[in-house]
């Protein structure tokens, strides 16, 4: 069965420092989407993109976010200066068209800033 | 601001009882509602989806039923299994998914 993978699956980073967390989308899906779950949180939506081009961000995804999908398979989110905050569970998703369709999770990275 | 969320943080069932998690969504206008089961340390996990010209939709040992008029849906799990333990989410899906807090299914034998 074809499956989301993200790499890597814990990720320690200091303060200020840059993180690229990554994920191969299933194959043939179109829709791309980073969430981010807070522990004992709700999963909550970061950003979704789409013929290589952000469709949409949510207040979390501010100016120290970015996506880039640099080849046919990669799917990536870049955090410029991380913060304690940043903390979180990281789970990529992709789908195969976007509303009304069944979005397949990755196993999440697990990104502690210390 | 539209949301979706649950009614009960805990759920305790004994093994073999049948599970109901609810769920209440405030935007009328949602069509698609999606359950997803999450284990410790996982990604969420597709389990069944609904969309809103239904009222129920079964699956294997699970079912949801939908309720348009109170804007509630729930989950229903038949013979439940230690296996199910798991926190649960109901995902309004849109042009991305909003979940509710969850509900964390315990299952004592």
């Known amino acids: 069965e074809p499956e989301v993978t993200q790499t890597p699956s814990h990720q320690v980073t200091q303060m200020g420092q840059e993180v690229i967390l990554r994920c191969v989308p299933i194959?043939?899906?179109?829709?791309f989407y980073w969430y981010r779950q807070i522990l004992g949180q709700k999963v909550e939506f970061l950003v979704s993109?789409?013929?290589?081009?952000?469709?949409?961000k949510s207040e979390i995804f501010d100016d120290q976010f970015s996506v880039e999908r640099p080849d046919g398979s990669n799917f990536t989110l870049k955090i410029r200066s991380t913060k304690l905050e940043d903390s979180a569970m990281y789970f990529c998703?992709?789908?195969?068209?976007?509303?009304?369709?069944?979005?397949?999770f990755g196993q999440g990275t697990r990104l502690t800033v210390v | 601001g539209e949301s979706v969320g649950l009614h009960l943080p805990t759920l305790s069932v004994q093994e073999g009882d049948n599970s109901i998690i609810n769920c209440a969504y405030s935007?009328?206008?949602?069509?698609?509602f999606i359950w997803y089961k999450q284990e410790s340390g996982k990604g969420p996990q597709f389990i069944i989806d609904?969309?809103?010209?239904?009222d129920k939709r079964q699956g294997q040992r699970v079912t949801v039923l939908l309720n348009k008029t109170v804007k509630h849906l729930s989950l229903q799990i038949a013979a439940t299994q230690p296996g199910d333990s798991a926190v649960y989410f109901c995902?309004?899906?849109?042009?991305?998914?909003?979940f509710g807090t969850g509900t964390r299914l315990q299952v004592f034998p």
């Open positions: 609904i969309r809103s010209n239904m």
């Open positions: 998703a992709s789908t195969r068209l976007t509303k009304n369709t069944e979005a397949f």
């Open positions: 993109f789409y013929n290589n081009e952000i469709s949409e």
């Open positions: 995902a309004e899906n849109t042009d991305k998914l909003i």
């Open positions: 194959s043939n899906h179109l829709y």
């Open positions: 935007n009328s206008a949602s069509d698609y």
